[in-house]
């Protein structure tokens, strides 16, 4: 899927415990008024997570997580958004789709779980985001071990992208993404920023999650994750810059604001 610009999914976690906005929109009233914002201020995708992925997070059970986000995916459907649903769950995906999601954001590519190879090939319409996932959360920084980042990240996505076409997923569902704070330390983190052209030889839309990440505190000193806003949205007009396909991102119209002026000097 080609966009003229880069686009914004925004996240929406209904999580007690995100990094950046855990608790802040954890009951359905606040997940909804936080997703009507978003859309007024020019959203393209919604992106509902109800597990956290920050490092050392536990897994929630199957039931809580279905719990948290379809009651929203299915209101967000109801107001017209184009909306995602972060899972590794394929059964998760499968209730979200049949709520009217039309993307699966899948932080293990596949990985965590067998059947949502199955689920996303049964599913021609949805678009799948892939991306680079090593181990769980308790445990991927132990895995944040590489010779060439680059490198094993664009075999280890190869790889993937091989297997789900393999289980019958069409080439024109998938979206890749290097995962960004995904068993990588900061350098690992730049090093695939300064290099996402070479992922991009893959020949499929790149996703990038950088927003108030960690790696963009360390470099300003910026604990709170709301201290790392500007350099995200300084981020996020570089990607646009590069041509990136979508952004995933807290806040919405500074990165609209950053893509839409970098359009206009490409004009
Ligand atoms: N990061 C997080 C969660 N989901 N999905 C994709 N595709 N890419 C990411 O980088 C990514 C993700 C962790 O951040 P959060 O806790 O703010 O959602």
């Known amino acids: 899927m080609k966009a003229d610009r880069t686009l914004?999914?925004?996240?929406?976690?209904?999580?007690?415990?995100?990094?950046?906005d855990g608790g802040k929109h954890f009951d359905f009233a606040s997940a909804i008024t936080r997703a009507k914002e978003m859309i007024a201020e020019g959203v393209d995708?919604?992106?509902?997570?109800?597990?956290?992925?920050?490092?050392?997070?536990?897994?929630?059970?199957?039931?809580?997580?279905?719990?948290?986000?379809?009651?929203?995916?299915?209101?967000?459907?109801?107001?017209?958004?184009?909306?995602?649903?972060?899972?590794?769950?394929?059964?998760?995906?499968?209730?979200a789709i049949g709520a009217g999601a039309t993307y699966v954001n899948d932080v293990s590519g596949g990985l965590a779980d067998p059947d949502m190879a199955k689920?996303?090939?049964?599913?021609?319409?949805?678009?799948?985001?892939?991306?680079?996932?090593r181990a769980h959360s308790a445990t991927m920084q132990d895995a944040a071990v590489y010779e060439d980042v680059v490198v094993e990240v664009k075999q280890e996505l190869d790889d993937r992208?091989?297997?789900?076409?393999?289980?019958?997923?069409?080439?024109?569902?998938?979206?890749?993404?290097?995962?960004?704070?995904?068993?990588?330390?900061?350098?690992h983190n730049w090093e695939l920023l300064r290099n996402l052209d070479r992922?991009?030889?893959?020949?499929?839309?790149?996703?990038?999650?950088?927003?108030?990440?960690?790696?963009?505190?360390?470099?300003?000193?910026?604990n709170s994750p709301d201290d790392r806003e500007f350099a995200s949205v300084a981020l996020t007009s570089q990607l646009a810059q590069a041509?990136?396909?979508?952004?995933?991102?807290?806040?919405?119209?500074p990165h609209r604001d950053a893509i839409a002026v970098v359009e206009e000097l490409n004009k």
């Open 8 to 20: 914004v999914m925004g996240i929406l976690n209904v999580t007690p415990d995100s990094f950046a």
């Open 45 to 95: 995708i919604i992106d509902v997570g109800g597990e956290s992925t920050r490092p050392g997070a536990d897994r929630v059970s199957e039931d809580e997580e279905k719990d948290r986000v379809i009651p929203v995916v299915t209101e967000l459907v109801e107001l017209g958004a184009v909306v995602s649903i972060d899972t590794m769950r394929a059964s998760t995906a499968q209730a």
């Open 243 to 253: 041509g990136i396909w979508g952004v995933r991102t807290h806040s919405v119209k």
């Open 161 to 187: 992208v091989t297997a789900l076409l393999g289980a019958g997923v069409n080439a024109e569902q998938l979206i890749l993404d290097p995962g960004i704070g995904f068993a990588k330390n900061a350098e």
């Open 199 to 222: 992922l991009a030889l893959l020949g499929y839309p790149l996703l990038v999650g950088a927003s108030r990440k960690r790696f963009l505190g360390e470099l300003l000193g910026a």
């Open 119 to 133: 689920l996303i090939a049964k599913n021609p319409s949805i678009q799948y985001v892939v991306m680079h996932w």
